[in-house]
């Protein structure tokens, strides 16, 4: 990405921030609820007391940045968003997660919900583990003995990297059952 495109989707992700905006709901539960199937994505942040403290969409099936006011920074503890498609957390994700020291991440999509926790002690200082992150992505999609799509490449990778990095990732279906880290997701 550009410095010229990333600066663009900063500002776009700015007049798109709404402060306690109620689209997708007041609570974490109506959040979850009003997103998963929504056919763009919403973003929405919380503090540690489960106040949501702001709320962002483009109404298109990605969302480019995240960027918040330092004052509402402070207090960002909890960051949701939903996927179109069944898929993890992209690349994106984890650097907005980790430049905005969220502790927790949450993705759903129509059958799972997808979990980053922060570790104890923080974010990891360098970015070594996303590079990383990043290789492994690659590596999948490239092996030829392999059939995995790029929504698998990317669960598998954030796997070896969460475990590598002490991270706390797992995946859970709509019901809140832990889908075991070996078993391959089904693609929607």
């Excluded at 200082?125 to 092996?143: A, G, K, P, S, V």
């Excluded at 698998?152 to 880290?181: E, W």
């Amino acid at each position: 990405m550009t410095e010229e495109t990333l600066l663009t989707c900063i500002l776009e992700s700015i007049q798109n921030l709404y402060h306690n905006n109620s689209e997708s709901g007041n609570s974490l539960p109506e959040v979850i609820q009003n997103i998963r199937h929504q056919p763009y994505e919403i973003a929405a942040i919380f503090d540690q007391y489960g106040h949501k403290i702001c709320e962002q969409t483009n109404h298109r099936e990605e969302l480019c940045a995240i960027a918040l006011p330092a004052e509402w920074q402070a207090s960002a503890h909890l960051m949701i968003h939903n996927h179109v498609v069944d898929g993890t957390f992209s690349p994106e994700d984890i650097v907005t997660a980790k430049d905005l020291d969220i502790q927790i991440v949450l993705v759903v999509t129509p059958h799972y919900n997808f979990y980053l926790l922060r570790p104890v002690s923080g974010w990891p200082d360098n970015d070594d583990w996303l590079e990383e992150y990043r290789t492994i992505i690659q590596m999948y999609q490239h092996h030829r003995r392999y059939d995995y799509n790029l929504d698998a490449a990317r669960h598998l990778a954030l796997l070896k990297v969460a475990q590598h990095h002490r991270m706390t990732y797992y995946v859970t279906d709509i019901a809140g059952h832990c889908i075991p880290a070996g078993q391959q997701l089904k693609a929607s």
